[in-house]
């Protein structure tokens, strides 16, 4: 089979100490899940993928891969050839979970690692924690992040959240001696408080920085826009959301260039309209920047979404999130939970996994791109592909292999 053939020479060519290209990783990848139900070398196929992975030192794949394999070969006929490559594939999972678990904690002193979430009680966890479990799930979330690693600044365009969402120490507001919002839109006001809910889904530590405004975004042209955007650059934040557009036109391009010249990360919504043409399509800044795509909670493009070949992919349907309504001039929580789309909320979602890698190691946002865009894994069926989700495991188990 071709696929296998390709796998091989892939592993031979690791085995040598040449590392495949990861786009080529990844269309094997791919071309395996669509195979699963087709070929008669299924468990060969899973092993020399998980080998292959394993040499690649993408240990979560490797793991997926070797567990597959294990449950195959425990439908096959057995033998005594069938029972000894069973154990070692025991073997094999038991050392690299253990592997797993000790990059995690090289990277979050304080993270609780995957055997120790299978023994934890559900009890002890909130329910709307466990709302959270399916968005996490998609993205590989690394639970219990140590609150000592490096702080990022993570701007946001929108407004500001009331003032009750987040510790003091965790934010700071541009244009303002405080954090009220007694001028502001109060759609404005829980907007932004989803956004930064989304952010903190996956980087619960993160910090925020947000500027008044007190206008409605219908009413904001162009100059408008960029001059908020310019404030909260000015602020020189680690990484700058933009939930509003899509923007178009030179004139930001320009400006995003520069941020990223700057060292901040910019991330951009792609938008909720998919006949809308993608965001600077076409356009080297794409490059530069993470224009961001949303997927359902089971992995696949949300039929709201535009996409583009440089999409990056993020959890943007049935996010959960505590909504917060005026009530005698105060914002107060109501009592259920609710759910919002878009690609705002996934685009604040991938801010919260690019947060995490720069709590851990401060890099280049040319650096946190090329390494997010390596790491996204798509969550697949056994028949169909899905987009590569961006993966925070994943992402931090690679930057744990690199030297500083």
């Given amino acids: 089979m071709l696929a296998l053939k390709k796998v091989k020479e892939l592993n031979r060519l690791i085995s040598k100490g040449r590392q495949p290209e990861q786009q080529t990783f990844q269309e094997i990848i791919t071309t395996l899940d669509s195979l699963a139900q087709k070929t008669p070398n299924w468990s060969a196929l899973l092993h020399v993928t998980a080998e292959t992975a394993e040499n690649a030192k993408n240990t979560p794949k490797a793991l997926d891969y070797y567990k597959l394999e294990y449950a195959q070969l425990q439908k096959d006929p057995q033998s005594a050839e069938k029972e ?81 969402l987040l510790k003091r120490e965790q934010m700071e507001v541009l244009n303002s001696s405080s954090a009220d919002t007694e ?35 219908g009413g904001m042209g162009t100059t408008a826009l960029l001059d908020m955007i310019n404030d909260l650059a000015r602020a020189k934040p680690d990484i700058l959301v933009i939930t509003y557009g899509p923007l178009e036109g030179k004139v930001f391009e320009n400006a995003f260039e520069s941020f990223t010249e700057g060292g901040i990360l910019v991330l951009l919504a792609a938008g909720n309209e998919p006949k809308r043409p993608f965001p600077f399509a076409g356009r080297p800044i794409l490059n530069k920047i993470m224009v961001v795509s949303s997927v359902d909670e089971k992995g696949f493009a949300s039929s709201f979404s535009p996409s583009d070949p440089k999409s990056f992919w993020a959890p943007g349907e049935k996010i959960p999130v505590q909504k917060y309504k005026l009530q005698d001039g105060q914002f107060s929580v109501e009592t259920a939970p609710d759910f919002v789309s878009g690609t705002s909320f996934a685009t604040a979602v991938a801010a919260g996994i690019a947060a995490t890698v720069l709590s851990v190691r401060a890099l280049s946002p040319d650096a946190v791109i090329k390494l997010l865009r390596e790491t996204a894994t798509p969550f697949t069926s056994s028949t169909n592909a899905t987009p590569a989700i961006l993966n925070q495991k994943m992402a931090l188990t690679k930057l744990a292999d690199r030297p500083h």
């Fill in 84 to 164: 000894a490559q069973s154990k070692h594939i025991q073997n094999k999972i038991a050392l690299l979970t253990k592997e797993f678990d000790e990059k995690l904690k090289l990277s979050f002193p304080t993270a609780t690692t995957k055997s120790e979430l299978e023994t934890s009680s559900i009890t002890e966890r909130s329910a709307t924690e466990r709302l959270l479990d399916p968005v996490r799930r998609l993205i590989g979330y690394v639970p219990n992040q140590a609150e000592n690693t490096r702080p990022v600044r993570v701007a946001i365009l929108g407004g500001v959240p009331p003032k009750n």
């Fill in 183 to 217: 001028n502001q839109e109060s759609y404005l006001t829980d907007y932004t408080a989803s956004v930064t809910q989304a952010v903190l889904l996956s980087a619960p530590h993160a910090h925020f920085i947000f500027s008044n405004v007190h206008a409605s975004s």
